[in-house]
């Protein structure tokens, strides 16, 4: 798999650290990936990107399906290797006590909003939008535009932002996510 | 001939103008001036001080004209009773025009349904998403291949009120919570357990035998199950010492 990597940051006799470019996506987009001899691939972001920026925008179609980058550089390893599909799960280290993510996703058919309302009794670690990054996108929250296609198309909101029990209107010109980590109780 | 006519026409309009001049009255600069007028009368305007006041000391009035008759009555403030009785009628909603009315009243859930209601587990709510996914996270175990126990340190106990002591401690990683505790070393009564992973572990315990010695012991268990135990430690519960207060 060596070849599908744009740079290495570690190599060795078991294993390979490096990232790994997405196909028509700029270099900032490259997801950082762990390959181990033992047949472990491990696909991730840097701490500091919000969960939102592994939304896949430019393969999301709109259908019951949300496309994220990190299965899309998984499957790319998988078919370099000649395996089979892998098997995926998710996981935050940044949050261990975080049971679940989801993502919200719109297109631009039927409509260009969604509302969101959270539950108080969950417990919520990171809140994030990702948006389709060019064209003059934006990502609206209740009516005010909280970030647009500069500087990545992604970005958190705060907890005071997207706070639970209350009815939430999200906008989006274009191809666009809310992500959520979360604990349910 | 010529000059001759000449000289009588200049003499007829200089008797016309001196004629003029002899007829039209005396006017000085910025006058209004008239012209063919048989008599002129000048009058100075002055104002009425005792016209104005009276003026003023009329009231305002209805003023009517041309109507056949008219009848003034004065509205009176209805009676006490009639008061307290408009007090006494309840507020309601009051239409007009329409229809039909249909009053119903609003019954409680039956209790079946407010058991069932309870009982709907807390979610997130959305409309009008394109799409949506929700991911449960799993820990790689085999991935990570951790198989080493959490250490302890730190460990400490403080007293947080009568009665009450604080046990606190740290691990090196992510680790969950659990502490026994009694009152003779190496038998402790129900742990209490905290399943959340944190790195600074406390413990508040309280209903304590205040002058009495505990023993405790503190575990954790980390993300891949590893699970550490940690020495016996023990602590004695302050008593709580009270002064006599006299006021002279």
Redesign the interface.
């Known amino acids: 798999v060596k070849s599908l990597y744009r740079t290495i940051e570690t190599q060795t006799s078991q294993y390979i650290i490096g990232s790994i470019p997405v196909q028509n996506y700029l270099e900032s987009d490259d997801v950082h990936v762990y390959v181990h001899v033992d047949g472990w691939v491990l696909a991730y972001y840097l701490k500091a990107d919000p969960t939102g920026k592994i939304f896949d925008w430019k393969s999301y179609t709109g259908g019951a399906t949300i496309p994220t980058k990190l299965e899309k550089i998984l499957s790319d390893v998988a078919s370099a290797v000649g395996a089979p599909a892998p098997t995926i799960t998710f996981y935050h280290f940044q949050y261990p006590n975080a049971s679940n993510m989801m993502l919200i996703a719109e297109d631009t058919a039927n409509g260009n909003d969604f509302t969101v309302q959270l539950p108080s009794s969950y417990a919520y670690y990171e809140r994030s939008w990702s948006i389709r990054s060019c064209c003059g996108v934006e990502f609206q929250l209740d009516g005010t535009t909280v970030g647009n296609d500069i500087g990545g198309g992604y970005g958190t909101l705060s907890a005071s932002q997207l706070a639970p029990d209350v009815t939430h209107t999200i906008a989006v010109n274009g191809n666009g996510c809310l992500a959520l980590i979360y604990r349910v109780p | 001939m010529k000059a001759r006519l000449l000289a009588l026409a200049l003499v007829i309009i200089g008797a016309i103008v001196l004629a003029f001049a002899l007829t039209a009255p005396a006017v000085g600069q910025g006058s209004i001036i008239i012209n063919g007028a048989d008599s002129v009368r000048t009058e100075t305007i002055t104002s009425s001080q005792s016209l104005a006041s009276t003026f003023s000391a009329v009231e305002p009035r209805v003023i009517v004209q041309y109507a056949n008759t008219m009848r003034p009555l004065s509205l009176s403030t209805p009676p006490s009773a009639l008061q307290t009785l408009f007090g006494q009628v309840t507020p309601r909603i009051i239409f007009q025009y329409a229809n039909t009315n249909r009053a119903l009243n609003l019954a409680v859930a039956p209790a079946a349904l407010q058991t069932l209601l309870s009982q709907v587990s ?19 175990v ?2 990570i291949g951790d198989t080493s126990l959490p250490q302890f340190t730190n460990i400490s106990a403080s007293t947080a009120g009568i009665g009450v002591v604080r046990v606190s401690w740290t691990t090196d990683e ?1 680790a969950d919570t659990t502490l026994r505790y009694g009152t003779q070393a190496g038998s402790y009564t129900t742990p209490i357990t905290d399943a ?2 944190y790195k600074s572990h406390s413990v508040t315990l309280t209903g304590l035998i205040t002058g009495a010695t505990y023993y405790f012991q503190t575990q954790g268990n980390d ?1 891949s199950g590893n699970t550490a135990v940690s020495a016996e430690y023990s602590f004695k519960v302050r008593v709580a010492l009270y002064l006599p207060y006299i006021k002279r």
């Open positions: 807390a979610r997130i709510i959305f409309q009008y998403a394109n799409s949506n996914r929700a991911q449960s996270f799993v820990y790689p085999a991935l992510w959340l992973y993300r």
